[in-house]
């Protein structure tokens, strides 16, 4: 079974295209590609110079092999598999298409072209443009672009005297050049002449306004200017006072006049400023008699090149041959990418290394590093300079050992940034060993600094102020390490004024940011600037939450008191009126009917009517019509009244009767007798409600406590419906929260309005280039909705208190006892009074009875 698995295996190596036969078995193949119109002066000669160099080559250098040799113009060229390798001597155009041609052959592929020809993929061949001395800047900028150091979707070009006329076409063709062959995308340019340096006296002036119509809004932020060394200092500072160098403005100066004896520009460095993005690349060229150049030289150090490469890839590979079995190498040899990929590195290696064609044209890319720069401390700041980005050759392109704009790349390069910062949760939480230094930074400013540090690529040391900070710290060391934040210390945030010792430390720059919430105030404007604001708080008042009222007259509420008295009145009045009518009707001596008892008196016919009330009817109905009218229609009544009773009953019985709540300020003026009202002291609030214009907010000022507040004290009596308390919401949150652990009972509520909002934000110092980075990335972070996750994360875990309403309770409730007692104590009452009333007609009674003895008191 096994035997068959490997006799499988070995004819699908083979079968496998991709195998290319062994270069110790058959001789590689180059194939010659000469047009001969792209070359037309020098075809001859240089077609004899190649076949001359390549029997030489033969024989002196690919010792370990052979080589065939087949030489082609452009319409006889067939790209067959055996092809090891092209070179090809043709236009740009010509070349593109060819490669492409051969590119699913995976040889190497060797052009030598026209200038201003973006370069084949690196990984896949190598490419030399004929460069004229002195014409090399259009080859240098697409090389760059093609290699992605910039990625511009805009440029402005500002050129001076170096760039002759015909030269800016191509340059700015190099940047408008749009090709699907490699992946880059035309960009969008504008051009800016500068003045010339000799005519005009006042240069300084005429470069500003020249500058000062660049409107980086509408045409980008990308400048590529292309200026003489003195014209370049002159351009620094003019575009730092109109403000053109920023973090995200990105300036490339190429210096064309400088040489390998002038070739020292590191006393720009002095120009530079914290977040510039300037790169430089200059020229240092060498102007030495042993300089050489050429097509001749070109093709023949390529040739050169591959030759020696071939043979040590030859030799190579009959080492590995040598020291394994047959079958082995065949499942190890290289694959023909392989070979190209090993081909590849040595002919540029080679080139890199002992390339002398053109070595003269030489092109240094520096860059300068400066954010964060400022913050280093002073003893360990490096010398400044710029940094060493790479070099441009024709031959090989630009090589670069960096990123072009090494702050667009990588941001801050993990320079350190101190930053200041103090307890004050939930906006900054520092957590203490039991040493007391801090082990852990957290809360709202925190997550986002983590943030930013890791997108734009920094570190930070935190300084640690004592003046505000050391109270809520010590508080916090007793809790015990480990512990989670305790709900009270919300009580210890300061609100507005900043501290002096952080505007200090911002302002004079010994620290980047100031890490802490503090809320942005016109007066704060002054001295720092402020970032986007990292949560926006609003102010809110805490009430006691409006509590059902007893039951206990439940039965009473039908009516309101005037309805009662109408109806006590219309009973007593009612009374003496049937009464009267009753009596005073002749019917009863006309007829001689006797009047019936129950009405022989004014209680009576009150009694009579109050029954008729409750409907329980009297036994005694008048015999006289008059009187039966009186008592007819007072049953109606009683009927309208009973029915309107009971059916408003059953309302009152299902609905609970909630107190009236303070709601909103114009209810707590309302409320102002019974009610009193502080705020927490020296809080942004007072401030907003004395400077509002509206009058309930300068009404609020006025009758505001004022005076230090004992927070247990104020809780109870907010409790109790004596007080409110205005702060933010989300202390008021911690309150209720903590007020509900205490007590079990959600009687705290906050008021329904938002009235004022406060924003909470970071600070910088006034002058900071970093402010409209640092501004991008929390909007980011915001519009991802990160910002809103962690502050969440720092509020109290709902409880119920966020959820009892009122509806829940309505549709589910049930008669109980309480909404029934009133009727018992009704009862109750009843049975007092007639007891009472019992007392008093047996003790009225022994009087009357004492009187009579003493009146008679021999008769008994
Ligand atoms: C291989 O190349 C050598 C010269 O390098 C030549 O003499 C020889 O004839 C070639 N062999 C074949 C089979 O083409
Ligand atoms: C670069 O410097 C050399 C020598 O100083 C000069 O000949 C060449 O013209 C310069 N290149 C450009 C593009 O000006
Ligand atoms: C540019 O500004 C620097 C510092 O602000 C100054 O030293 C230098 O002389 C200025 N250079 C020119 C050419 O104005
Ligand atoms: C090419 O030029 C560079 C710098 O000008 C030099 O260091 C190097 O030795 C030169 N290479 C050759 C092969 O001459
Ligand atoms: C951060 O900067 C370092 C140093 O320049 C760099 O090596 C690294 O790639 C950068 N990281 C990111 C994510 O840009
Ligand atoms: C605290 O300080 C003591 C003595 O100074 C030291 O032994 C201990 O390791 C420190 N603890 C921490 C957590 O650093
Ligand atoms: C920063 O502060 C300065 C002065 O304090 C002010 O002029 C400037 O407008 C502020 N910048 C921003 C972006 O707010
Ligand atoms: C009504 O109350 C009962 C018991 O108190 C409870 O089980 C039921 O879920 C409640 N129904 C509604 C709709 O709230």
Known sequence: MFFLTVLLMIPSVSVNGDKFPSLLTRNATLAVVIDKEFIPEDYDMILEAIQKYMIYAKREILIHGGINVFYHSLATINVRKELTAIVSLTSCEDTWRLF??????????????????????????????????????????????????????????????TLERDMVTRVVSSFTRESSDIQISGASISIIQLPSLSKTSDYNNALYKKLSVINTHSVGTNFLAIVSVDTMQMVINASKTLGLTNTKNQWLFVVSDTNWKHDDISYVTKSLKEGDNVAFVYNTTLSHPTCVGGLRCHVEELLKAFMKSLDSAITQESESAIQVSDEEWEAIRPTKTGRRLYLLQNVKKHILNYGVCDNCTR?????????????????????DKLINVGTWRPSDGPCLQDELFPHIAHGFRRKNLPMIS????????????????????????????????????FTYTVYVTDEESAESITKHKELGNGQKYNVLEMTDLVTSNIPNEIIRMVTQKKVALGACGFTITDSAKQLVNFTNPISIQMYSFLASRPRKLSRALLFMYPF?????????????????????IHNASPVYEYKGIPKGKGLSSPQNCIWYMYGALLQQGGMHLPHADSARLIVGTWWLVVLVVATTYCGNLVAFLTFPKIDIPITTVDELLAHRDTVSWSTAKGSYFNTLTKESPLPKFKELYAGMMKGNIDFDQMLYEVEQGKHVYFDWKTKLVYFMKKQYLVTDRCDLTLGKEDLFDEKIAMIMAPDTPYLALINDEIKRLQQVGLVEKWYQSYLPKKDRCFQVTRVTEVTNHTVNLDDMQGSFFVLLLGFTLGTIWLVGEILYTSYKVKKKEKLHPFVS
């Open 100 to 161: 492409n041609a051969a590119r699913e052959e995976n040889l190497l592929f060797m052009a030598i072209s026209e200038s201003d020809c973006p370069r084949l993929p690196e990984g896949e061949a190598i490419t030399i443009p004929m460069l004229q001395n002195g014409q090399e800047l259009p080859q240098l900028i697409l090389d760059l672009r093609t290699v992605n150091a910039y990625k511009w979707k805009t440029v402005i070009i500002l050129y001076d005297y």
């Open 422 to 457: 103090y307890h004050n949760p939930p906006w900054q939480i520092l957590r203490l060993n039991e040493n007391g230094t801090v082990i852990e930074y957290g809360g709202l400013v925190f997550d986002i600094i983590k943030e930013l540090s890791r997108n734009l690529n």
């Open 363 to 383: 092109w240094k890319i520096e860059a300068g590093e400066t954010w964060g720069k400022e913050y280093e401390k002073r003893g360990l700041r490096t010398e």
């Open 560 to 580: 309101t008191t005037g309805t009662w008295l109408c109806l006590a009145t219309a009973v007593i009045v009612m009374g003496p009126v049937l009464y009267f």
